[in-house]
């Protein structure tokens, strides 16, 4: 497709499970980024990649959460023994390159809920 | 760090009417870029405008033009003649010279009224 695609749109899952957020960028776009939108609040930063390489991720909350890149193109987010408080929409954005003045083209999100 | 603040929850504007949305940020850089972001009811966040810190003239993209103050750390968006179609969240971001992550502002839901 001709943008930044994510699945699933909505998950629904049990405290405790764990669950795997994709994201696929827009091809040949180098940057990725993960972010976090809690219900009527800001986006969260959690996790940038350069390629398969994550020079920040200083957003991640815990090391419940990780994040990998694969081919310099499709990531996954995990979400490890899912909490209530997890309950979210991650965004995922990809960008040409890291140059800052970059615009960041966003997917539609995945939204988890944690019951 | 770098932090960015918006200040207004919510704003309503009426249809053809102008509105301003505001952000203040606070960095020691020197040079960085300032964006403003719009989220509709689908979720996918849309670029609406972007400024380049040593740029002095304020960026302009058809009905949305900026008010970048950069001694007072301050980057508003205006929006001319007002449609229904931007009643949306806007969000305020910055970045720094070296790329990386975007810091968001809490955002500014507007609606606009007919």
């Known amino acids: 497709g001709a943008g930044v695609s994510q699945s699933p749109s909505n998950k629904v899952t049990e405290k405790g499970k764990d669950v795997e957020l994709r994201c696929d960028p827009i091809s040949g776009h180098t940057a990725l980024y993960w972010y976090r939108q809690s219900l009527g609040q800001g986006l969260e930063f959690l996790i940038y990649f350069q390629g398969n390489s994550a020079p920040d991720k200083s957003g991640l909350p815990s090391d419940r959460f990780s994040a990998e890149r694969t081919g310099g193109s499709v990531s996954t987010l995990t979400i490890q023994r899912t909490q209530q408080e997890d309950s979210a929409v991650y965004l995922c954005a990809s960008s040409l390159e890291r140059l800052a003045a970059g615009e960041l083209f966003f997917g539609e999100g995945s939204r988890l809920t944690v019951l | 760090a770098q932090t960015v603040t918006q200040s207004q929850p919510e704003m309503s504007v009426q249809e053809a009417e102008t509105v301003t949305l505001s952000c203040t940020y606070d960095t020691s850089e020197s040079d960085y870029y300032l964006f403003w972001y719009k989220q509709p009811p689908s979720r996918q966040m849309i670029l609406v405008i972007r400024?380049?810190?040593?740029?002095?003239q304020n960026a302009t993209e058809n009905r949305f033009s900026v008010n970048f103050q950069k001694a007072a750390k301050s980057f508003s968006l205006k929006i001319s003649d007002s449609q229904l179609g931007d009643a949306a969240m806007y969000f305020c971001a910055y970045r720094s010279q070296r790329g990386g992550k975007l810091i968001f502002g809490q955002g500014t839901e507007l609606s606009v009224k007919p």
């Open positions: 400024q380049e810190a040593y740029k002095q």
